[in-house]
T-cell receptor
């Protein structure tokens, strides 16, 4: 059974650019969650999608957005990148949603903004 | 904001010793989970304990939960060098559709 796949693994962008990160969940999982991890703030919740519906959103500016497709694959987009957006972005999939069923994480996308 | 605070922030032990990590949280929860992260990679689910449970075991792992004190502990017995990683507790409140992670404990197991 394939795990959670995040692409790309590494990304370097310039301030002001935008970026799109992709997450393919485990087959059959309908919930996808996104987290930002930085040394200073730790693991911060971004959003959660279930069957194409956003059920919860973290406390991030509107520059951070996401979506989920009918095949459960998810993308997150960050526009007008800032230096502080440099982080490891983690995606997790689960059957019913984090907390209710076991969550499986991808290896993450490490974004560096210069 | 983070719900959980973990203690200690870092722990260094000899192979074969036991490692204990503690987690405190602020609000009532449905369950608490522990995850492991190796060197900036993805997190791996270790164990889940529900709010009506007090203790749970999985292999060399033992987790306790004290809802009156809003705290949990993770014990790793007979540690191995391969246990070197960061360990995070995460709390779940029903209908929130998210886990709130603690700040983590960095464990170093010396061969």
């Amino acid at each position: 059974k394939a795990g959670v796949t995040q692409t790309p693994r590494y990304l370097i962008k310039t301030r002001g650019q935008q970026v799109t990160l992709s997450c393919s969940p485990i087959s059959g999982h309908r919930s996808v969650s996104w987290y930002q991890q930085t040394p200073g703030q730790g693991l911060q919740f971004l959003f959660e999608y279930f069957s194409e519906t956003q059920r919860n959103k973290g406390n991030f500016p509107g520059r951070f957005s996401g979506r989920q497709f009918s095949n459960s694959r998810s993308e997150m987009n960050v526009s007008t990148l800032e230096l502080g957006d440099s982080a490891l972005y983690l995606c997790a999939s689960s059957l019913e949603g984090m907390g209710r069923s076991e969550a499986f994480f991808g290896q993450g996308t490490r974004l560096t903004v210069v | 904001s983070q719900q959980g605070e973990e203690d200690p922030q870092a722990l260094s032990i000899q192979e074969g010793e036991n490692a204990t990590m503690n987690c405190s949280y602020k609000t009532s929860i449905n369950n608490l989970q522990w995850y492991r992260q190796n060197s900036g990679r993805g997190l791996v689910h270790l164990i889940l304990i529900r709010s009506n449970e007090r203790e749970k075991h999985s292999g060399r792992l033992r987790v306790t939960l004290d809802t009156s004190k809003k705290s949990s502990s993770l014990l790793i017995t007979a540690s191995r060098a391969a246990d070197t990683a960061s360990y995070f507790c995460a709390t779940f409140v029903d209908s929130s559709y998210k886990l709130i992670f603690g700040s983590g404990t960095r464990l170093l197991v010396r061969p």
